[in-house]
């Protein structure tokens, strides 16, 4: 008989590396499914070519004001008449004004001090509306 | 000498199973080719307030196509991690475009109570650097937060 210290033991000594290429497969696919780009999101505009002007009739201009404080006044062309607004309310206008004549262009004219944002309340609402036609300018006084 | 079968029952030589042990090299060399590879946004974030749009929309062009342009409240302007003078944008900004075969995006980032004044200045410059497609970035607004205000 045997001495019995001298006995072999069953636990291998090795690690088990054969695991290691599921483990690592699992990672890989992981994060290949995991990882989104974060796409921007923004109002997409064309600005005009350098000396591009067009001359456009009083009768297809939609004058939208943007005042400091976030009112927004609309004027029809050459029409004295205005009509203050909130930029939410904006949309249904143009939905409105656009079915009574096609060819109407948004001119938002913006306040030199007035908030960004504001400019942007009023053309998401115009691009929410579906409008194309769009002029940013700065209110003169 | 009597061999079972006549000698023709040959062990085969060749391993029945699928090599297993190089699957892990293989694995551990494509994780690390993605990560080397992976590209992040190059230009750290400012600090400012997003304005928020219902009717944002992802902006369609490859990322090196893209290039940020940061407008703090203040008017300070920032591209590529660096300050620039609201005068010098055009002319920094206009080789880029033409270098893009004119097919450079603006997204113009800006806190939400900058004046209009500094945009439309911003403007002015890239529309003399000839630039056309300009995206104001903004954070998609849900309805709901709309409803609510």
């Known amino acids: 008989m045997a001495i019995l210290n001298n006995r072999k033991t069953?636990?291998?000594?090795?690690?088990?590396t054969s695991s290691m290429a599921d483990i690592a497969f699992l990672l890989l696919i992981f994060f290949l499914v995991t990882t989104t780009f974060p796409k921007d999101k923004g109002l997409a505009i064309v600005l005009p070519?350098?000396?591009e002007t067009l001359e456009v009739s009083q009768r297809n201009i939609l004058h939208i004001l943007i005042q400091p404080?976030?009112?927004?006044?609309?004027?029809r062309g050459e029409n004295p008449q205005e009509q203050q607004l909130r930029p939410d309310q904006i949309e249904g206008l143009w939905r409105h004004e656009v079915s009574q004549?096609?060819?109407?262009?948004?001119?938002v004219k913006t306040h030199p001090d007035a908030a960004y944002e504001h400019m942007v309340d009023v053309l998401d609402a115009l691009q929410s509306a579906n409008a194309d036609k769009i002029s940013l300018q700065v209110l003169e006084q | 000498m009597a061999m079972k079968g006549g000698g023709f029952e040959r062990k085969s030589k060749a391993s029945s199973e699928v090599p297993a042990s190089s699957l892990a090299d293989i694995a551990f060399l494509l994780l690390?080719?993605?990560?080397?590879?992976?590209?992040?946004?190059?230009?750290?974030?400012?600090?400012?307030?997003?304005?928020?749009?219902?009717?944002?929309q992802k902006i369609d062009e490859k990322q090196k196509n893209i290039l940020n342009i940061w407008l703090e409240q203040t008017?300070?302007?920032?591209?590529?991690?660096?300050?620039?003078?609201?005068?010098?944008?055009?002319?920094f900004v206009a080789p880029l475009?033409?270098?893009?075969?004119?097919?450079?995006?603006?997204?113009?980032?800006s806190d939400r109570q900058t004046p209009y004044r500094f945009v439309d200045q911003l403007q002015q410059e890239l529309v003399d650097a000839g630039v056309v497609r300009v995206v104001f970035a903004t954070q998609l607004e849900q309805s709901l937060t709309r409803e609510r205000r």
């Open chain 2, 32 to 56: 690390i080719f993605f990560m080397v590879t992976t590209v992040f946004q190059a230009d750290k974030d400012r600090p400012i307030a997003w304005p928020e749009a219902e009717a944002a």
């Open chain 1, 69 to 75: 404080g976030g009112v927004v006044v609309v004027r």
């Open chain 1, 10 to 16: 069953k636990v291998s000594d090795e690690v088990p």
């Open chain 2, 97 to 109: 475009y033409a270098a893009s075969e004119r097919a450079l995006v603006i997204s113009i980032r």
């Open chain 2, 75 to 91: 008017g300070s302007v920032y591209m590529n991690d660096q300050p620039f003078a609201m005068a010098d944008v055009s002319s």
């Open chain 1, 101 to 107: 004549n096609e060819n109407l262009i948004a001119a």
């Open chain 1, 49 to 51: 070519e350098p000396g």
